[in-house]
């Protein structure tokens, strides 16, 4: 009897945070996708009324940001992302690992160096961004240190630059996502042709081909927009992914770091007396069981910089076109221009690209919770 | 023996490479924010100060510290209710066992990766209706509830190391809910909220989209301020550099003194406690 009235308790205590998450997290989310689907804000006067007219016009609005002449700088902007993460991830997953491998060498001072590396984690961004706005200045900051061992100066503009490289035509996004599957089937039917599974790999092996020439042929035909459109990677975010890197690397270094402590010394001492030298034992022992943090460090950092905004925003400011991403124009589109339905059907863009890579994550790392 | 010796000198040259590159920008602030408007100099960004201009700081101060103040309020009021909330959470959802709670905890979870664009418009709309809009108490209640994943995922990884013997022995001393947590669990919790306050008053402390998007002029915190003054034209650069300082103390003094639990906190942001 008793234990039934405290179990009740504690479902009653829990509620409160309950109730609020299912507000403020699912309904407001819901919220969202259905201003979405609206109209609210296309005419400025009924913006902001109190009772503004609404009407629903189901999928205008994402067509109009995917096809539309006028949402071109969305389909920039989801181009930006993609470089931003790939770059920021290699950065921060490459200088990380580095680091980690440097410190767990048995050196003196080690946690003085630990230290270092992972103090801008403690920052805000918007310091972060501060501090390499001034380091950026065109005619200043880094581009003037080379002078002061008698070098030249560099020229490059940073976040003003406007050059635009591998630039490609919008148009040809379903061939070349197309392109993109067939190869990694095509890697899926190798490996599994070496581990002798032959019904998969041949499986494997024929979807590629099958894709593959859909993509070379009817893909071609499909035309998102009545004309070519161009995009491609503003070199205005070398900047922008520099302070991400120095900012988050230290991140990577002490998952890492973590990770190489926990592998037992006798399982290096056991490849040391199997022959291996340290190339060898990091090679074949030690890369091969730090590859689940390789992976959850992706994860974490990859919707990091799907939602990057404040480092952007503080560092180029919030309208600078050639460093803009989709988090940003949200607001621009939300809170500057009052365009609430466009901006709620971007940040629907965002929320769908976000759980693309959180849901399965949460859901593999609680599955295997409950096993243990 | 050489050739080790020569690996040495490699690590150690590597690391402080390394060390020079991330003290870099730490050395162009101080630098910058101790001299005088006139001296700041594109061409001479990286000399040294002739004169000390400890002026930016009274000036940085006199303009930030409102701002501060403000950013103080809200990371204190904030962080210490969604802290002793997720205790709570974290309290029930460990030793409280309910059917559902396997599915219950993942969705609570999911709150705390989303971008927070998909729920900023209805979350004006609601500050506006509810009057809250532009002050700072919303601003408080937005990280109150989008801390409590953090928090009771922080706590209910601790509280899971606490033997579930421990509690039996409670309840056959006749402890209910309430006596099991404020007799056995809440003495218990304090490396805990240490974790959760420390990590709480970082992230609340450098927040920055709910911060531009929910407050007006008087109630903007640290941030929002920092970031209006280096993006405005004709910036006089010593004084963003000294509030970039004045912005970043709270919580570096932090992390230097209780490194080892903002570590921690870090770790366990990747889910797995």
Redesign the interface.
């Known amino acids: 009897m ?1 234990m039934t ?3 009740i ?3 009653l ?2 509620l ?3 109730v ?2 299912g507000i ?6 819901g ?2 996708a259905w ?1 979405s689907f609206s109209d609210w804000g296309r005419n400025p006067a009924q913006a902001l009324a109190l009772n503004p007219e609404i009407r629903m016009v189901g999928w205008q609005n994402y067509r109009d940001l995917f096809t539309g002449i006028i949402d071109v700088r969305f389909r920039q902007d989801l181009v930006n992302t993609f470089f931003f993460t790939i770059f920021f991830l290699a950065g921060c997953l490459g200088l990380g690992l ?2 980690a491998f ?2 767990d ?1 048995d ?1 003196r001072g080690e946690g003085f ?1 630990r ?21 950026l ?1 065109p ?3 880094l581009n ?2 080379p ?2 061992v008698g070098l030249e100066p560099l020229q490059f503009r940073w976040l003003t630059d406007r050059t635009q490289v591998w630039r490609f035509d919008w148009n040809d996004l379903p061939s070349m996502t197309g392109l993109l599957v067939a190869a990694v089937l095509l890697g899926v039917a190798v490996s599994a042709w070496r581990s002798r599974r032959r019904t998969r790999a041949g499986v494997a092996l024929a979807s590629a081909l099958v894709v593959g020439a859909w993509s070379l042929t009817l893909a071609r035909s499909i035309a998102l927009l009545p004309f070519p459109e161009l995009h491609g990677f503003n070199l205005a975010f070398i900047g922008i992914i520099m302070a991400a890197v ?1 900012q988050m690397s230290g ?1 990577t270094m ?2 890492y770091l ?1 990770g190489l402590r926990g592998i037992p010394a006798e399982l290096r001492e056991a490849a040391r007396v199997d022959g291996a030298n340290e190339g060898q034992l990091y090679r074949y022992v030690v890369l091969p069981l730090l590859q689940p943090i390789t992976l ?2 992706m994860i ?1 950092l990859g ?1 990091i910089s ?2 990057i ?2 480092l952007i ?2 560092m180029a ?1 919030a309208d600078n076109a050639t460093t803009d991403v989709p ?1 940003l124009l ?2 621009l589109t ?2 500057r221009a009052n365009q ?1 339905a466009k ?2 059907a ?3 863009v ?2 769908v690209m ?2 693309a890579v ?2 399965p ?3 593999s ?2 599955r ?3 096993r243990r | 023996v050489t050739a080790w010796r020569r690996n040495r000198w490699l ?2 040259g ?2 402080l490479l ?2 020079a590159i ?4 730490v050395y ?2 101080v630098v ?1 924010s101790l001299k005088s408007p006139a001296a700041i100099n ?2 001479t ?2 000399s040294l100060p002739q004169v000390w201009h400890w002026r930016s700081f009274v000036d940085a101060w006199s303009t930030f510290a409102p701002k501060l103040g403000n950013s103080f309020t809200l990371t204190i009021v904030a962080t210490i209710v969604s802290a002793l ?1 997720g205790s ?2 974290g309290y ?2 460990s030793k ?1 066992r ?1 059917p559902g709670a ?1 599915v ?8 705390m ?12 709309e ?1 500050l506006r209706n509810v009057g809250l809009y532009g002050g700072l108490t919303g601003l408080i209640m937005a990280h109150v ?2 801390g ?2 953090i928090t ?1 995922l922080i706590f209910r990884n601790y509280y899971a190391e606490i033997p579930d013997e421990m509690l039996e022995a409670g309840k056959i001393d006749g402890a ?3 006596g099991l947590y404020g007799r056995i669990v809440f003495p218990l919790s304090l490396p805990g909220f240490v974790v959760v306050i420390i990590w709480q008053f ?1 992230q609340i ?5 709910f911060a ?2 929910l407050t007006s002029q008087s109630s903007q915190p640290i ?1 929002v301020a ?2 209006q003054l ?2 405005g034209e004709a910036v006089r ?1 010593n004084l ?2 000294a ?2 300082i004045l ?2 103390l709270p ?2 003094l ?3 003194l209780l ?1 080892r639990y ?2 921690k906190g ?2 366990a ?4 406690g």
């Open positions: 008793k009235r405290d179990r308790t504690a479902i205590m829990l409160p945070s309950l609020l998450l403020f997290v699912y309904g407001f989310i919220q969202t201003t580095g680091l440097l410190l060498q050196v160096f230290t270092l590396f992972l103090f801008p984690m403690s920052l805000s961004f918007v310091v972060t961004g501060t501090i390499w706005r001034w380091m200045q005619r200043g900051g003037v240190l002078t002061t120095w991140y002490a998952l973590a959850s460090a974490i919707h799907l939602k905004f404040d925003f503080a400011g988090a949200m607001y939300a809170f609430f901006g709620a971007i940040a629907m965002l929320l976000v759980a959180i849901v994550y949460l859901w790392s609680l295997g919770e409950v | 690590i150690y590597l690391l390394a060390s991330f003290l870099l920008p162009l602030v910058t594109l061409a960004t990286w909330m709570m959470n029930v959802l409280w309910f396997n219950v905890f993942p969705l609570m979870l999911f709150g990766f989303i971008p927070y664009q998909a729920i900023l418009i209805p979350l004006f609601f509830v989008y409590l994943p009771t209910g809910f309430f970082t402390w450098n927040e920055f989209l531009v998007t941030t920092l970031a280096a993006g650069w963003p550099m509030g970039a912005a970043a919580t570096l932090v992390y230097i490194g903002f570590v870090l770790l942001g990747s889910v797995k």
